[in-house]
């Protein structure tokens, strides 16, 4: 069973650029969710996606988007990027719309500068 | 929004005894889960828990979902030094995963 990686590892991006993040999920699960964990602090939920669709959404603006595809692989999309962006990246994965365990990966460390 | 209280904030501790921290909320959460994350990686999921009052074991690892519904527990006994880490409480009131984390407990042991 391959559990949930993402790419790329580290990323250096300068104020105002886009990037995008990578996430495949754990074998077996459907539903993706990312997160944002600041330095020092606990990760945040931006959004969710279950079958292709958001399925929820947190406190974050319209700049940070995403996809999921067919085969249940995710990307985080940020526009515009701003000092505050940089941070560590957390994608999680589970089993259904109402999947109760969330497995992380490895994140992605993102530095704006 | 919601948030979580956890506590305390960090710890400071001689290998083989015992940790207690704890985490509140202001709101009910319907499912809470106990999270280890080590430098440089994502968090591992530790327990979940589903019904008040539950307690659940994993190891030297013991959680509990508060009766209120509004805290939860986690107990690691006779601490060794691979339990060193920051330890995350995570809610759900949604009944759909989107998770609220708590601040985090850094452990450090002292062999």
């Known amino acids: 069973e391959t559990g949930v990686t993402q790419s790329p590892t580290h990323l250096i991006k300068t104020r105002g650029q886009q990037v995008t993040l990578r996430c495949s999920s754990q074998s077996g699960h459907n539903t993706v969710s990312w997160y944002q964990q600041a330095l020092g602090q606990g990760p945040q939920f931006i959004f969710q996606y279950y079958r292709e669709e958001e399925n929820g959404r947190g406190n974050f603006p319209p700049r940070f988007s995403g996809l999921q595809f067919p085969n249940y692989s995710s990307e985080l999309n940020v526009n515009a990027l701003e000092l505050d962006d940089s941070a560590l990246y957390l994608c999680a994965s589970s089993q259904g719309q109402g999947g109760r365990e969330q497995y992380f990966g490895p994140g992605t460390r993102l530095t704006v500068t | ?111």
Do not use: H
């Not at chain 2, 994993?58 to 009766?67: D, E, M, S, V, Y």
């Open chain 2, 1 to 111: 929004g919601q948030q979580l209280n956890q506590s305390p904030q960090s710890m400071f501790i001689q290998e083989g005894e015992d940790v207690s921290m704890n985490c509140t909320s202001s709101s009910i959460f319907n499912t809470w889960l106990w999270y280890k994350q080590e430098p440089g990686e994502g968090p591992v999921l530790l327990i979940a828990l589903y019904k008040a009052g539950e307690l659940t074991s994993n190891g030297r690892l013991t959680a509990q979902f508060g009766i209120t519904r509004k805290d939860s527990f986690l107990n690691i006994s006779a601490s060794i030094p691979s339990d060193v880490g920051i330890y995350f409480c995570a809610g759900d009131s949604q009944g759909a995963q989107k998770l609220v984390f708590g601040q985090g407990t850094r452990l450090t042991i002292n062999p």
